[in-house]
């Protein structure tokens, strides 16, 4: 298993007539140039090399069956992977590409050995120096491997369990009052319509940029899950409606509920981020993201008396992932809580029975 070749990228490093030198890459060894738009050979891991790359795989032809390379095509066709996210999709395929390069002509004999976890983690190891990487590339070879179990290619999944590098955890992370209101001080009316959003829904960022109107009924939001697929419908709470009634009324010809400060558009997701991270600078709120009001809308929920299952119907969270963020919230919350608790104890036996 140790020994087997896979096949690659190939490249030439050549010099210029000014003294420079430039490397050249090629879909595979005497495959084609991949290039930019313009032309231009392009640079290993742009946005244009990696779609350069998927389009020379396109061309290439059917994937030999009963290679990674077949099961992958496949799962690019599924509808397990077009029912995503474009957003989400676009970061699989990279990832996707990563692994073709890699790990494309492996037969799957071979990726279900006991040793190809130990090669597989050796991959993976290569990137150490950027955790993060190294588990989504693992998260997404695991997935894939998933899928060839799934349909029978093959009966092991060696990636199923364990596997990560990145070990820090959000959960803990949690917006309190205070960093609510310092942010809503300084920031926009269109972004305290999408902090709203987020603390009212517990949804991700995402989601709810691409939320259009037709998903609110007025009692309602009906909201497909990008990372997860899962359609979950949450109640709509009197000041997330309030907000809502006014805001549609005002913005009649938008397709989004979110939208620019600009031009009333729907934000992208770059200029989203950009605008957030600003007004948290100029709120001088620090180690706090936009995904940690997700997390926030699950202690409040919490707080006010609700069940984990109960929180997990409106969140779309796995139990598991709720409860964990419950547990990993010591602070503040945790008190909170506790109080909550002892309160209800004192209301059923309050008589000192």
Known sequence: MATLRIKGLASATKKLADGTTRTYWYAWRGGPLLKAPDGSPAEKGTPEFWAAYQAAMAERGKPAEGTLFNVIARYKASSDFKGLADKTRKDYLRYLAMIEEKFGTLPLAAAEMPKARGVFKAWRDTMADKPRTADYAWTMLARILSFAKDRGDI??????????????????????????????AVASA?????????????????DLLRTPWSAYDGATLRIRQGKTGERVTVPVGEPLRAMLDALKDERRLATTILTNARHKTPWTNDGFRTSWGKACAKAKIKGLTFHDLRGTAVTRLALAGCTVQEIAAITGHALSDAQAILDAHYLGGRIELAETAMTKLVTAYGNGT
């Open 190 to 206: 269109e972004l305290w319509h999408a902090m709203m959003m987020a603390l009212w829904t517990g949804q991700r960022e995402g």
């Open 155 to 184: 009966s092991v999944n060696v990636c199923e369990r364990g596997g990560r590098l990145y070990e820090a955890d959000r959960a803990e992370k949690i917006w309190t009052a205070a960093d609510i209101a310092k942010f809503r």
